[in-house]
């Protein structure tokens, strides 16, 4: 493997990608956050998925000059693909990623965009853009390819070299390229898809199959609910069969499963067709943060509590455990209903940045040190730490309080004899 390679985009995904590179070959990680970059050439990362060893050991050149990118001739697109708030896909950082490479890139290179986008995305939206910026052909002087990433925040078992990496490219001559590239780091191995649009499909439909699967068993959660029947102790019994789908209910945030099926919804709809069972499972997860904020309003209406103005502790902003990734989570969203409510929410996450909970949703984030006991306790995200330290967060309720543990990690025997738990 004797390619050039460089990384655009040092996020969640782009930086455990330059990083596994950069253990055997020379890379250029480059971003446009001059900060970013500072803070990487440091050893610091932000996001918590590389420890400073691993980035200080690596051979990667840092950077926020694009210039640096003529050097290579295998580059690597990692940038987000978030949607709007119409739930439309938001190509811009894609599409401005690709004015960039297309600005300096040389003849002769491979792009290999990792973006999650809807089937077509890569050949009809990103090289015409390469194309406008370089002034080369697509297939004649360079070339392109796609490898939908997998970089799972905050798991440090499923990582980049263990996971199989779908791989494709524009002719059979660059596949095997790609391939060999890849190869040179996944452990796992890779799988060729037999076109770029192959593997932008799957991309796409692994998460659409778990957003399907989840709001089934939210919606379940929402029907057993008002059978007063615990979802948690029905699910354990169904989990015995053989072939049972462990899937459970939950807020269903973050950048892939709560924003990958609407690029596949915007593009089937484009095409005349109207995907009911995707938007159904999107329309449920999406309206748990309301079931949520009632189901706590309707609990301490009939304990006698009052509601407006009173304090209530959240913990956890975060859109999944153990990750200070604040992307597109749903807990703002409860936080929000249960604000309309009138009451006085008191947020506190140990793995969140306060800065950036500030600047994304205006939210003070409280120290663990500066909460007090309430009789409304929301366990929202199950980090580590609220499970180490379960006992001394239970004593951020009351003796008779109320206790609202989303994700099920709170048992009955945690609890004092007065204090009443609703699990979703």
């Given at each position: 493997?004797?390619?050039?390679?460089?990384?655009?985009?040092?996020?969640?995904?782009?930086?455990?990608?330059?990083?596994?590179?950069?253990?055997?070959?020379?890379?250029?990680?480059?971003?446009?956050?001059?900060?970013?970059?500072?803070?990487?050439?440091?050893?610091?990362?932000?996001?918590?998925?590389?420890?400073?060893?691993?980035?200080?050991?690596?051979?990667?050149?840092?950077?926020?000059?694009?210039?640096?990118?003529?050097?290579?001739?295998?580059?690597?697109?990692?940038?987000?693909?978030?949607?709007?708030?119409?739930?439309?896909?938001?190509?811009?950082?894609?599409?401005?990623?690709?004015?960039t490479v297309g600005?300096?890139?040389?003849?002769?290179?491979?792009?290999?965009?990792?973006?999650?986008?809807?089937?077509?995305?890569?050949?009809?939206?990103?090289?015409?853009?390469?194309?406008?910026?370089?002034?080369?052909?697509?297939?004649?002087?360079?070339?392109?390819?796609?490898?939908?990433?997998?970089?799972?925040?905050?798991?440090?078992?499923?990582?980049?070299?263990?996971?199989?990496?779908?791989?494709?490219?524009?002719?059979?001559?660059?596949?095997?390229?790609?391939?060999?590239?890849?190869?040179?780091?996944?452990?796992?191995?890779?799988?060729?898809?037999?076109?770029?649009?192959?593997?932008?499909?799957?991309?796409?439909?692994?998460?659409?199959?778990?957003?399907?699967?989840?709001?089934?068993?939210?919606?379940?959660?929402?029907?057993?609910?008002?059978?007063?029947?615990?979802?948690?102790?029905?699910?354990?019994?169904?989990?015995?069969?053989?072939?049972?789908?462990?899937?459970?209910?939950?807020?269903?945030?973050?950048?892939?499963?709560?924003?990958?099926?609407?690029?596949?919804?915007?593009?089937?709809?484009?095409?005349?067709?109207?995907?009911?069972?995707?938007?159904?499972?999107?329309?449920?997860?999406?309206?748990?943060?309301?079931?949520?904020?009632?189901?706590?309003?309707?609990?301490?209406?009939?304990?006698?509590?009052?509601?407006?103005?009173?304090?209530?502790?959240?913990?956890?902003?975060?859109?999944?455990?153990?990750?200070?990734?604040?992307?597109?989570?749903?807990?703002?969203?409860?936080?929000?209903?249960?604000?309309?409510?009138?009451?006085?929410?008191?947020?506190?996450?140990v793995e969140a940045?306060?800065?950036?909970?500030k600047k994304f949703?205006?939210?003070?984030?409280?120290?663990?040190?500066?909460?007090?006991?309430?009789?409304?306790?929301?366990?929202?995200?199950?980090?580590?730490?609220?499970?180490?330290?379960?006992?001394?967060?239970?004593?951020?309720?009351?003796?008779?309080?109320?206790?609202?543990?989303?994700?099920?990690?709170?048992?009955?025997?945690?609890?004092?004899?007065?204090?009443?738990?609703?699990?979703?």
């Amino acid at each position: 493997m004797n390619r050039k390679i460089a990384v655009v985009g040092l996020g969640y995904v782009g930086l455990p990608v330059a990083v596994s590179f950069g253990k055997q070959h020379e890379v250029i990680g480059f971003d446009i956050n001059e900060q970013r970059i500072k803070e990487l050439k440091e050893g610091y990362d932000r996001t918590n998925e590389v420890d400073e060893k691993d980035l200080l050991d690596t051979n990667i050149i840092f950077t926020a000059d694009k210039n640096e990118l003529k050097k290579a001739d295998f580059i690597i697109v990692a940038v987000p693909t978030p949607i709007n708030k119409h739930n439309q896909p938001d190509l811009n950082p894609l599409l401005k990623a690709s004015e960039t490479v297309g600005s300096v890139m040389n003849e002769g290179t491979i792009v290999v965009y990792e973006s999650t986008v809807y089937p077509g995305a890569t050949e009809e939206d990103c090289v015409p853009v390469l194309e406008k910026f370089s002034g080369l052909k697509s297939g004649e002087d360079f070339f392109v390819g796609y490898s939908p990433e997998r970089i799972n925040p905050g798991d440090k078992v499923h990582t980049f070299e263990t996971i199989t990496k779908v791989v494709s490219g524009q002719t059979p001559e660059v596949l095997n390229i790609v391939a060999d590239v890849y190869s040179s780091v996944v452990k796992a191995g890779v799988h060729k898809a037999e076109t770029i649009k192959v593997a932008e499909a799957a991309k796409v439909i692994e998460n659409t199959q778990r957003d399907v699967n989840i709001a089934l068993m939210n919606e379940l959660a929402v029907i057993f609910d008002k059978m007063n029947v615990s979802t948690k102790d029905v699910l354990k019994a169904a989990g015995t069969k053989w072939n049972f789908l462990k899937f459970s209910p939950g807020l269903v945030g973050g950048h892939c499963i709560g924003v990958d099926p609407y690029y596949l919804t915007h593009k089937a709809q484009e095409l005349g067709h109207h995907p009911e069972v995707i938007l159904a499972g999107r329309r449920i997860n999406d309206g748990m943060a309301k079931h949520i904020a009632s189901s706590i309003i309707k609990k301490m209406l009939k304990k006698g509590f009052p509601v407006i103005g009173a304090n209530i502790n959240v913990l956890g902003l975060t859109f999944k455990e153990n990750t200070p990734d604040l992307r597109n989570t749903k807990v703002i969203d409860v936080i929000k209903e249960l604000q309309d409510f009138g009451l006085n929410v008191i947020v506190n996450d140990v793995e969140a940045d306060p800065k950036e909970a500030k600047k994304f949703y205006d939210l003070d984030l409280r120290n663990t040190d500066e909460l007090n006991t309430e009789d409304v306790l929301v366990l929202t995200v199950p980090h580590d730490d609220y499970l180490i330290n379960k006992e001394k967060y239970l004593e951020l309720v009351s003796d008779d309080g109320l206790i609202f543990d989303i994700k099920g990690i709170i048992e009955d025997n945690d609890l004092k004899e007065k204090q009443s738990i609703w699990r979703l």
